[in-house]
């Protein structure tokens, strides 16, 4: 039997390495995961071989410091492929830790070339984010909508990483990559055995919203009902985290076949809807049967009114298809939240 590919996936331990995880060892790819735990934990594995039977391997390492990482990682090869996801997350935590922000994302993609070039890695994907796009003129966004000045300097790492590594794929003969510029990842695994489990205080409304219903929090403030929407509040593209996950395993076969046009390019991930707050909330009190407590609050500095995504070249070149929606992304996101709290 021909060996399967290995592929190594930075930030495994947390929330969308670890669904990608699942969907990988269910595609028939082998899987090292590299995660410091700086905002997760390595129980996750035992989610993860819960639902498919696999005890992965995590390799505990910062990845911005390359010599470390380099030197962790020599035993666990050859790689056909990294799936770089380890970053921090948080826009507002950003704005009051810029440097921290600069060093750990920026030197994290670094060492993913660095790796690339030292174990002979032909493919990459990026998580990359919606948030490249700034304040967006015309919506649906696509990829041809323009970059604008990052709103955080979280932004600014998202926008740097895809200008590394486009410069990167197109000087480096044999070796391709893809951005995969997420919108906004929510909901759980069906099987309730692996979901949102960040160790810094959830901030995003999904979790959010669930927190609230199940008493962690006494109300969920909404960031302003006046902006120019159909409601008042602001409107994103919500996509389930398994419709993410299982994008990442087409655009890594798409590459490993060879269906790629270019070194480098990059996708929207989105499902191309545009959810209200108060439709999210109203969603999932439905789906659930549960009451959401909220009020109506001041906005949030640097939200947006409104964004989503035109997925048209995710789905006619890699042939990805979101089978889910607002509904069932509430109701695994409160089926992990009461798992989790137990
Ligand atoms: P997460 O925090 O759950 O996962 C990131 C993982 O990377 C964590 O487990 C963390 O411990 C690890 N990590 C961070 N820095 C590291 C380092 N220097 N060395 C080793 N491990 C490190 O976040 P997530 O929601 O799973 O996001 C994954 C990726 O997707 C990130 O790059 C994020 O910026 C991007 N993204 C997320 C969203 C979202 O809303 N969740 C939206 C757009 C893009
Ligand atoms: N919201 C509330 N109350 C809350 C939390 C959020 O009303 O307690 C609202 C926000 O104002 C926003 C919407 O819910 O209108 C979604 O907010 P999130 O924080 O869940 O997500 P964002 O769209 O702000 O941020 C996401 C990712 C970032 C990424 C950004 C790009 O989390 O990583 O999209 O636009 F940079």
């Not at 030197?71 to 056909?80: D, K, N, S, V």
């Amino acid at each position: 039997m021909a060996n399967k590919s290995k592929i190594l996936v930075t930030g495994g331990c947390g929330y969308i390495g670890s669904h990608t995880i699942v969907e990988l060892l269910q595609s028939d790819y082998e899987v090292v995961s590299l995660d410091n735990g700086l905002n997760s934990s390595p129980d996750v594995l035992d989610g993860i071989e819960a639902i498919t039977g696999v005890r992965v391997v995590n390799v505990d390492v910062d990845l911005s410091q390359t010599e470390a990482a380099l030197e962790a990682l020599r035993a666990h090869g050859p790689f056909t492929g990294i799936i770089h996801f380890a970053a921090l997350k948080s826009v507002g935590d950003s704005v009051h830790q810029p440097l921290r922000y600069f060093q750990n994302n920026i030197g994290a993609t670094l060492t993913t070339m660095a790796l690339m070039e030292a174990m002979d890695i032909p493919y990459l994907i990026f998580s990359s984010s919606c948030t490249v796009y700034g304040r967006p003129e015309k919506l649906p966004v696509t990829e041809e909508s323009p970059i604008r000045p990052a709103e955080s300097p979280y932004g600014a790492t998202k926008q740097t990483g895809e200008i590394l590594y486009d410069q990167f794929f197109n000087t480096q003969p044999g070796r391709n990559g893809i951005s995969l510029r997420y919108f906004n990842p929510a909901g759980a695994h069906p099987s309730a055995l692996i979901g949102e489990a960040s160790t810094n205080q959830a901030t995003n409304l999904v979790p959010v919203i669930t927190e609230t219903a199940i008493g962690l929090r006494s109300e969920l403030a909404v960031f302003g009902n006046d902006y120019p929407t159909r409601d008042g509040s602001c409107i994103r593209d919500y996509i389930h985290v398994t419709d993410l996950a299982k994008a990442h395993v087409l655009a890594m076969d798409h590459l490993v076949q060879h269906k790629n046009q270019k070194p480098y390019e990059v996708f929207n991930l989105g499902i191309g809807e545009g959810v209200t707050v108060l439709e999210a909330i109203a969603a999932f009190e439905k789906s659930t049967g549960e009451n959401v407590n909220f009020t109506i609050s001041a906005r949030r500095p640097g939200d947006i009114d409104a964004i989503y995504a035109n997925n048209k070249k995710i789905t006619e070149q890699l042939g990805w298809k979101p089978t889910e929606d607002i509904q069932s992304i509430m109701r695994s996101a409160w089926a992990w939240e009461q798992v989790r709290r137990k």
